[in-house]
């Protein structure tokens, strides 16, 4: 029997502000969106919590944060990963470094892990998956942590931070050598991760799209890439956003986060999608096989 081309569609920094918000639930009411993944310390988290009651088909993962945002834990507890007011590390190669030569860090990074996940728990909403901001959760420091508490906790899925580079730059050359840099570094991460995750019988996507062409998933991105779609589980993370101040302290500033909430929302797209026999699914349903 040939094995079905099926496709999650998800939206980092669900909470980050309300203009991000608004555009998750948008894209996934009127568009193509199944799951969200959230910032539980994000400006908007409350917002974005009730706003998730509200449409309980979307599935909602944890977007852990380790760099570029405020902490769930007071500083005094956390002192080597956050400012005075909480905020952590803007630049996540340093963090990434700092938690592997800062003596005592990993103890520190533990406690900030469970305690964000502990914060989602507590919203009452299903967790669907984990990931990362800027893909922080694929350091191994931080891959064991999430393995070691997952039956606790109840993880049941991971997103697996690996994009297949030759279809990456088949579909977009733009940047090329950074995308060939990427490629490599999260190709080596992903091979120390795998068969960990495979070990602890935690679901994660065969293959993933959006780290790459992170900010900008247009149309035409999208449209190129359904159509090069293979069989399997995919997953497509995108940054959709109505632009308010916060996001934009937050988003780099060539992030196309409209047009990418235009490509989720377009009804071309969608009949693209059932044309080719591709079926939309969330982590919800992977992680229940």
């Not at 040939?2 to 009127?30: C, Q, W, Y």
């Not at 009651?53 to 956390?78: K, W």
């Not at 994009?163 to 120390?192: C, I, Q």
Request: proline content about 6%; some cysteine.
């Amino acid at each position: 029997m040939t094995e079905r081309k099926r496709l999650i569609v998800s939206a980092d920094d669900f909470g980050m502000s309300p203009g991000v918000n608004a555009a998750i639930v948008e894209a996934h009411r009127d568009g193509i969106l199944t799951d969200a993944s959230l910032m539980v310390s994000g400006a908007a988290a409350d917002e974005a919590v009730e706003l998730a009651r509200a449409v309980p088909r979307l599935s909602v993962g944890l977007h852990l944060v380790l760099a570029q945002g405020r902490a769930t834990l007071p500083p005094r507890t956390i002192p080597d990963l956050v400012d005075g007011d909480g905020f952590f590390r803007n630049q996540p190669i340093r963090a990434a470094l700092g938690y592997f030569f800062t003596p005592g860090v990993r103890a520190q990074v533990q406690r900030e892990v469970e305690a964000q996940i502990e914060k989602f728990l507590a919203t009452g909403l299903p967790l669907s998956h984990v990931d990362g901001h800027v893909n922080i959760h694929m350091h191994p420091t931080i891959v064991n942590i999430l393995l070691a508490v997952a039956d606790r906790y109840g993880i049941r899925a991971l997103r697996l931070t690996r994009e297949p580079l030759r279809m990456a730059l088949r579909l977009n050359r733009e940047h090329a050598p950074r995308k060939v840099a990427e490629g490599l570094t999260f190709s080596a991460l992903s091979a120390y991760a795998r068969p960990r995750i495979g070990a602890r019988n935690l679901s994660c996507p065969d293959r993933l799209f959006g780290l790459h062409q992170s900010g900008h998933i247009t149309e035409v991105y999208l449209s190129q890439l359904l159509s090069l779609l293979t069989q399997g589980v995919t997953e497509l993370y995108c940054h959709p956003a109505h632009l308010d101040d916060e996001a934009r302290r937050w988003r780099p500033p060539d992030y196309e986060s409209e047009a990418e909430l235009r490509a989720l929302t377009s009804p071309r797209i969608a009949e693209q999608i059932r044309a080719l026999g591709i079926e939309l699914m969330s982590y919800r349903d992977l992680a229940s096989g």
